[in-house]
C-alpha cells in the first residue's frame, strides 16, 4: 500500500509539539474569561480565585486520567475510543455524540457572537455574512490538512496568551505604583483581595458556589489535547508534557489575571456587565482599548468555533469507525482529513446564522447553551473517569507498565466523580442552569433511540 493510499485510511500524525502546547492553551481560554470575567467576579468577589484553582485541579487529575489512557495504547484516537473499549458501545455511542454535540453548540454560539463583534465596526454589515464568511474559511482551512489547523490554533492562541499577558504586566505595574483609579478615587492594593467589606468571601458559601456555573464553562475545551492526540508526532513526549502544564496555565491565564484585575480596580466596583479587561486597558489611556479587546475576544471566538470543527470531524471519524455513525462520514480525503464529517458537523454551524433573525433575549439564550454544554463536558469528564476505574480493574499490568500514571489513581477518580456530581447539584439551584439541566435528558433520550436503532441496522 503507497503512502498516499495508507493516508487515505487513518489520521496523519503531523501536530507538532507547538502545535499541541497552545493548541491545550487555547483551548483552556475560551470567550468566558474576557467577556465573563465581570460577572464571575461580581458574583462571587475575591472568592472566585479559589472556584478556579479547585475547578483546575480537577481538571488536571481527569486530564491525567484521560492520558494514560491514550498512551496505554496509541490505537485509541480519542477519549471516544477508550470509552467504547473498555465500558462498551453503548458508552462510547454516547460519549462521541454527546461530546460532537457540545461542541456544535458552542459553535453555533461563537458564529453568533463573531457576528455581534464584526457589527462592533461594521454595524450595517448584513448579519448573515460574518458567520458564512467563517464557516466557509474554516472549513476549507480544516479539510486541506491538520498541520494547517494546527497553524491557524498556533497563532489564534498566540493573540490571547499576549493579551492576558499584557493585562498582567500592565495590572502589577499599577498596583507597585500606587495608581489610583480615576474611575473610583481607590488606590490599587494587593489588600483589596482580603480588605474589602466581606473579606474573601463577601457573598457568604453561595456566592462562591454561584461562580462554578461560569468557570466551568470558561475552562471547557481542556481535553482537546486528547482529540488531537492521535495527529501529533511522538505522543508519549508531547501529550504528557501539555496536560502537565495545565495547572500552571490555570495560574497564569485565569487566577493571576483575575487577581490583578481585582487588585487594581475592587472587586465590588467591577461592572457584571462590561469586561474588565477592556476597562483595563482604558485606565492606562488606551483609547482603542474597546477596539483591541473586541479584537481578541473575536479572534477568541474563532479559535473556539474552530477548535470545535476541528474536533467534531474527529469525533464523527471515531463514530465511523466504531459503526456508531454512517462509515461515509468516516472516509479521509487525500490529506488524511475526515472531509465528510467536518462538513457534516458545518451544516450545524449554519444554523447559527439562521438563529440571529430569531427574536428573544440572546443572554438568556447563551446562558441556557452555554449551561447545556457545561452538563454535556462533565458526562464526557465522567465517561472518562469510569473508563479509567474500569482499566484499572480489567488491566492492572498495563497500569503497571504505564509510564504515565494518574497520580492518585483509583481514590483521586472517585474524589473527582463527587466533585463533578457536586457541580451538577450546584446546577439545579439556580433558575437559568436549571433549564439547561431538564433539557439535556432530552438530548439523551434522542440519544437512546438512535442508538438501539444503530444496534439493530449496524450490529453496534
Not at 490554533?153 to 495608581?179: D, N, S
Not at 489535547?225 to 502537565?244: C, F, R, W
Not at 472516509?331 to 439562521?354: D, Q, T, W
Request: aromatic share 14%.
Amino acid at each position: 500500500m503507497t503512502t498516499e493510499q495508507q493516508s487515505e485510511h487513518r489520521l496523519q500524525r503531523n501536530l507538532q509539539n507547538r502545535h499541541l502546547q497552545l493548541i491545550a492553551i487555547g483551548g483552556a481560554i475560551g470567550t468566558g474569561l474576557f467577556m465573563g470575567s465581570g460577572k464571575t467576579i461580581s458574583l462571587a468577589g475575591p472568592s472566585v480565585l479559589f472556584a478556579y484553582m479547585l475547578i483546575g485541579l480537577v481538571l488536571f487529575f481527569i486530564m491525567r486520567a484521560m492520558g494514560e489512557l491514550l498512551l496505554s495504547n496509541l490505537e485509541y484516537k480519542s477519549f471516544t475510543d477508550f470509552t467504547h473499549d473498555l465500558l462498551g458501545p453503548c458508552a462510547g455511542f454516547f460519549v462521541g455524540w454527546t461530546y460532537w454535540f457540545c461542541w456544535v453548540v458552542i459553535g453555533i454560539a461563537d458564529i453568533i457572537a463573531i457576528t455581534d463583534y464584526v457589527r462592533f465596526w461594521w454595524p450595517d454589515i448584513p448579519l448573515w455574512l460574518p458567520g458564512v464568511i467563517c464557516i466557509i474559511v474554516m472549513c476549507t482551512m480544516n479539510l486541506l490538512t491538520v498541520k494547517l489547523f494546527g497553524e491557524m490554533e498556533f497563532w489564534f492562541a498566540l493573540i490571547k496568551i499576549i493579551a492576558i499577558l499584557a493585562l498582567v504586566i500592565v495590572g502589577i505595574y499599577l498596583v507597585f505604583t500606587g495608581f489610583t483609579n480615576p474611575q473610583t478615587g481607590v488606590k490599587a492594593s494587593l489588600s483589596h483581595l482580603w480588605a474589602r467589606e466581606g473579606g474573601v468571601f463577601p457573598h457568604g458559601i453561595s456566592g462562591f458556589f454561584s461562580a462554578f456555573q461560569i468557570a466551568v464553562f470558561a475552562c471547557l475545551g481542556m481535553e482537546l489535547v486528547g482529540t488531537a492526540a492521535a495527529e501529533t508526532k511522538d505522543p508519549y513526549k508531547n501529550l504528557p508534557v501539555a496536560i502537565n502544564r495545565i495547572p500552571i496555565r490555570i495560574i497564569v491565564f485565569y487566577i493571576l489575571a483575575l487577581c490583578v484585575i481585582m487588585t487594581v480596580t475592587p472587586w465590588d466596583m467591577v461592572s457584571p456587565d462590561k469586561s474588565p479587561f477592556v476597562n483595563m486597558f482604558m485606565l492606562i489611556g488606551i483609547p482603542i482599548a474597546a477596539s483591541l479587546i473586541n479584537l481578541v475576544v473575536l479572534t477568541s471566538a474563532i479559535s473556539s468555533a474552530n477548535s470545535g470543527m476541528f474536533s467534531t470531524g474527529r469525533m464523527i471519524y471515531g463514530l465511523a469507525q466504531s459503526k456508531s455513525a454512517p462509515g461515509i462520514l468516516g472516509k479521509l480525503n487525500k490529506n488524511g482529513v475526515p472531509a465528510l464529517g467536518l462538513m457534516y458537523s458545518c451544516i450545524y454551524l449554519v444554523i447559527g446564522i439562521f438563529l440571529l433573525y430569531q427574536q428573544g433575549d440572546i443572554m438568556e439564550a447563551f446562558t441556557i447553551v452555554s449551561t447545556v454544554s457545561s452538563i454535556g463536558f462533565i458526562f464526557v469528564w465522567s465517561m472518562i473517569l469510569l473508563s479509567y476505574l474500569k482499566y484499572r480493574k480489567l488491566r492492572p499490568q498495563q497500569h503497571k507498565q504505564s509510564i504515565y500514571k494518574m497520580p492518585g489513581g483509583v481514590i483521586m477518580t472517585w474524589v473527582c466523580l463527587g466533585f463533578l456530581i457536586f457541580v451538577l447539584y450546584l446546577f439545579s439551584r439556580d433558575a437559568d442552569t436549571l433549564k439547561g439541566l431538564i433539557a439535556m435528558p432530552v438530548w439523551f433520550l434522542i440519544l437512546g433511540i438512535c442508538y438501539q436503532f444503530y444496534r439493530k441496522n449496524h450490529k453496534v
